[in-house]
């Protein structure tokens, strides 16, 4: 969500979809999430790749859930589609 409000702001966005994926592991007797991979696509006009990562690494370490998650590693890859 931070990330589509970025780029709405700032005049790019149509679509923004993303979809976490979450590994949980057993450690010390009790399971906790060791990472998360975020894949983001966008359909956002007149952004390029760089700028739309740029904006992507941005929203994820400004993000509410990221900092309430802050112990656990987080990446991220980001897809512009075709219009």
Request: net charge negative; with cysteine; aromatic share 4%.
């Amino acid at each position: 969500m931070a990330l589509s409000l970025m780029l709405g702001e700032a005049g790019f966005t149509r679509h923004v979809h993303t979809t976490a994926k979450v590994a949980i592991e057993q450690q010390g007797g009790a399971f906790q999430f060791s990472r998360i991979h975020l894949e983001t696509e966008a359909e956002a006009p007149g952004i390029s790749q760089e700028k739309f990562r740029e904006q992507g690494e941005a929203a994820k370490c400004s993000c509410p859930v990221s900092r309430a998650l802050a112990g656990t590693p987080i990446t991220l890859t980001t897809h512009l589609t075709e219009i």
